[in-house]
C-alpha cells in the first residue's frame, strides 16, 4: 500500500470514529444540556415574580427576552424580563420580574457576572444590593441612592449603591430603566400581547 | 529512558517534570482557573481523563498511523475526548462547567497533552503511556491545588468553599483577580528553584 | 456604538493575555526581544482576524442549522491548524519580505490557545458576524499591545539585578501581574 494511501485511510478511519463517538455522546447529553439551560430560567422566572406556576415566552430578541407569568388558576401575575447591560468588567445578565400592569417590581436575581469579587460582584448578594429592589414602584424610572442609606430611608422608587462599585450599580439599574421602557413600547405599539386578563 | 521502572515514570511528574513548575507547559488553564479550589479540582480531572485515555489510544495505534498525519491524528483524538469532557460536564455539573466556561474546549490546545503524545506515547507501550499520563496528570492536578489553595485564601478566606480564616481576616481580593494569578504562580516559581536547589545540594 | 465598545474591550479591559491568560506561551517566549515581538504580534493578529471570520461561518452556516454544535472543538482546532498552514505557504509564494518578518512565527501559532480561545470565546458570547471579526481584530492588537510592552520591560530586566531563582519565567510573571493590575485601571471605562 503506498504511504498517500495509507495516510488517507488511517486519518479517515481516525474521523469517522471520533465523529461516530462524538455524534453518540452528543445525542445523549443533549437533551439534559437543554433542561440545564431551561431550568435556569425557569427557577430564575419563578424566583422573581411570586406564585408563578407557568410562564410563556411572548418576546425575544438578542439578550432580551419577556415572559408573562402566570398562577395557578391561569391569571396572568406579570411580566418575568430576561436582560443584560455592560458593567464594570463584562456583561451584566439580569432576570427581574414585574407586575402585569409594569407598576411594581416584584424582585430581582443576577444570572451572571464577572465583576470584581467583593466589590462589583457584590450585586449578586441579597444583604448589600438584591433586597433594595424587592417590590419597587417602577411608575417612573427607578434612581440610585448614595451614599446608601437604611432600607426604611429610601424612598419607594430608590435602591442603594453599592459602596465601592457605583459602575457596576449603575449598570444593573440603568439595563433595568432601559429594559422598562422598552417593554412599555412593545406594549404600546402591539408587539407583546397576551390572551385573557391584562390585569389593569 | 527506557530502563526507568514503572514507578519512577509515575513519580518524575510529580517533581522532576512536573508540567507546570518545571516544564511550564499548560499555563493558560492554570493561570485562570485557579481563583478557586473546586474550579481548579475540576480543571485537574478534566485534563486527567483527557490526557489518560489520548495517551491510552494513541499509544495502542501508533503504529497503525504514518508519521505525516500523526500530528493531526493525535489531536482529532484529544478533541474527541476533550468534547466528551466539555458535554459530560456540561450535562451534570451545569455549574462548574459555566464557571470554567471556555477553558475546558481550551484543553485541546493544552501543550502538556499534545506534548505528552508527541514525546511519550508515540514511543512507548500503552502500559507504560498510562502510568506516565496518571503521573503528569497527578503532577497537574497538585500545582493546581497548590495555586489555587494560595488564592482562595487569601483572595477569599475560604477553602473549597469553608471559612478558614477568621472575621479578623480582610480578604485580598488581587489574589482572585487576574494579577493575583501571574504574581502567585510567579513567586511560587522562584520558591521552587529555592527548594530544587537545597534539595541537590544536600544529594 | 456596541462595536467600538467591544474593540476597546478586546483590547484593553479583557484583553486576551492579561485577562484571559490565553496566548501565555509566546507571550513568555517571544517575549525576549523587541522585534521578534512585534512579529509575533502582528502574525497573531492577522490569523486571528482570519479565523474568527472563518470560525464564524463554520459555527453559523454549518454547525447550527444541522444541530452539530458537539462538533465545534474538532472542526475549530482542525480549522485553524489548516488555516495557519494555508496562510504559511500563502505568505511564502506571495510576499518573501513578510514570509520572512513573520513566517516562523506562523507554525507556533497552531497551539496557540488564543487563536483557538478566539473562536471559542466568539461562539459563546453569540456574537454577529461584524462583532466577531472587530472582536478577532481587537482581540489581536490586544495580544500585540501585551506581548510589545512585555518586551520592552524584559530588555530592560536583562540588565536589572533579579535575585537568581526568580530569572526568566518567576521574574517574567510577576511582570506580567503588574501589567495585569496596570490594565485593571481600564476596566469600567465603557458604559
Not at chain 2, 506534548?115 to 500545582?143: H, P, T
Not at chain 3, 496566548?23 to 502582528?42: H, N, T
Request: glycine share 8%.
Amino acid at each position: 500500500m503506498s504511504l498517500s494511501s495509507r495516510m488517507i485511510i488511517v486519518l479517515t478511519s481516525v474521523g469517522v470514529l471520533s465523529g461516530a463517538l462524538l455524534s453518540t455522546v452528543g445525542l445523549l447529553t443533549r437533551a439534559r444540556i437543554e433542561a440545564n439551560r431551561l431550568k435556569e430560567i425557569e427557577e430564575a422566572i419563578v424566583s422573581v415574580v411570586p406564585g408563578t406556576e407557568t410562564n410563556q415566552k411572548l418576546y425575544e430578541e438578542k439578550d432580551f427576552t419577556v415572559y408573562a407569568t402566570r398562577d395557578a388558576e391561569g391569571q396572568v401575575t406579570g411580566y418575568a424580563i430576561y436582560t443584560a447591560g455592560t458593567g464594570f468588567q463584562d456583561k451584566i445578565v439580569i432576570m427581574f420580574g414585574t407586575d402585569a400592569a409594569i407598576q411594581k417590581i416584584f424582585r430581582l436575581t443576577i444570572l451572571d457576572q464577572k465583576e470584581t469579587p467583593g466589590l462589583g460582584a457584590k450585586i449578586t448578594d441579597e444583604e448589600a444590593f438584591l433586597k433594595y429592589w424587592e417590590n419597587k414602584d417602577c411608575s417612573q424610572p427607578l434612581a440610585l441612592r448614595k451614599p446608601p442609606v437604611a432600607l426604611e430611608e429610601l424612598s419607594s422608587s430608590e435602591v442603594n449603591v453599592i459602596t465601592g462599585a457605583t459602575i457596576s450599580s449603575e449598570a444593573v439599574l440603568n439595563t433595568v430603566n432601559d429594559s422598562l421602557a422598552k417593554l412599555r413600547s412593545l406594549i404600546q405599539d402591539g408587539t407583546i400581547q397576551i390572551e385573557g386578563n391584562n390585569g389593569q | 529512558m527506557a530502563s526507568k521502572t514503572l514507578s519512577q515514570e509515575f513519580i518524575k511528574g510529580l517533581w522532576d517534570e512536573n508540567p507546570i513548575f518545571r516544564q511550564l507547559l499548560g499555563m493558560c488553564p492554570t493561570l485562570a482557573v485557579t481563583n478557586a479550589v473546586i474550579n481548579g479540582i475540576a480543571m485537574g480531572l478534566a485534563t486527567t481523563f483527557v490526557l489518560v485515555f489520548s495517551s491510552i489510544v494513541v499509544a495502542s495505534i501508533k503504529k497503525l498511523i504514518p508519521n505525516q498525519v500523526r500530528i493531526a491524528s493525535y489531536i482529532v483524538v484529544i478533541a474527541t475526548f476533550v468534547t466528551m469532557a466539555d458535554r459530560f460536564l456540561a450535562a451534570f455539573f451545569p455549574p462548574i462547567s459555566k464557571s470554567l466556561g471556555p477553558y475546558v474546549p481550551l484543553i485541546v490546545v493544552n501543550c502538556i497533552i499534545l506534548g505528552r503524545q508527541e514525546a511519550f506515547s508515540s514511543k512507548n507501550s500503552v502500559g507504560r503511556s498510562f502510568i506516565d499520563a496518571l503521573g503528569m496528570s497527578l503532577g497537574f492536578i497538585i500545582a493546581l491545588l497548590i495555586l489555587s489553595s494560595i488564592r482562595e485564601i487569601l483572595g477569599a478566606g475560604t477553602w473549597l468553599g469553608h471559612q478558614v480564616l477568621g472575621p479578623w481576616f480582610k480578604p485580598w481580593i488581587i489574589m482572585i483577580l487576574p494579577p493575583g494569578a501571574f504574581l502567585t504562580l510567579g513567586v511560587l516559581l522562584g520558591l521552587i528553584m529555592v527548594i530544587d536547589r537545597k534539595l541537590q545540594r544536600s544529594v | 456604538m456596541e462595536l467600538l465598545a467591544i474593540f476597546i474591550s478586546a483590547i484593553l479591559i479583557n484583553n486576551f493575555v492579561l485577562h484571559y491568560f490565553l496566548g501565555i506561551c509566546p507571550f513568555l517566549g517571544v517575549s525576549k526581544k523587541l522585534d521578534s515581538a512585534i512579529s509575533m504580534g502582528l502574525a497573531v493578529t492577522f490569523v486571528m482576524t482570519i479565523t474568527a471570520v472563518v470560525s464564524w461561518i463554520i459555527n453559523h452556516w454549518i454547525l447550527l442549522p444541522y444541530k452539530l454544535e458537539y462538533l465545534q472543538i474538532v472542526s475549530f482546532i482542525l480549522v485553524i491548524a489548516s488555516l495557519v498552514q494555508l496562510v504559511e505557504m500563502f505568505i511564502r509564494k506571495t510576499s518573501p519580505p513578510l514570509y520572512q518578518a513573520l513566517g516562523i512565527f506562523l507554525p507556533l501559532i497552531t497551539t496557540n490557545c488564543a487563536i483557538m480561545g478566539l473562536a471559542l470565546l466568539a461562539a459563546l458570547k453569540n456574537y454577529n458576524f461584524m462583532e466577531t471579526v472587530v472582536f478577532g481584530v481587537g482581540s489581536g492588537l490586544g495580544f500585540t499591545l501585551a506581548i510589545v510592552l512585555m518586551a520592552g520591560i524584559r530588555e530592560q530586566l536583562d540588565l536589572a539585578d533579579v535575585p537568581e531563582p526568580l530569572k526568566g519565567a518567576g521574574i517574567a510573571l510577576i511582570v506580567a501581574g503588574i501589567m495585569a493590575l496596570g490594565f485593571f485601571g481600564f476596566s469600567g471605562m465603557i458604559k
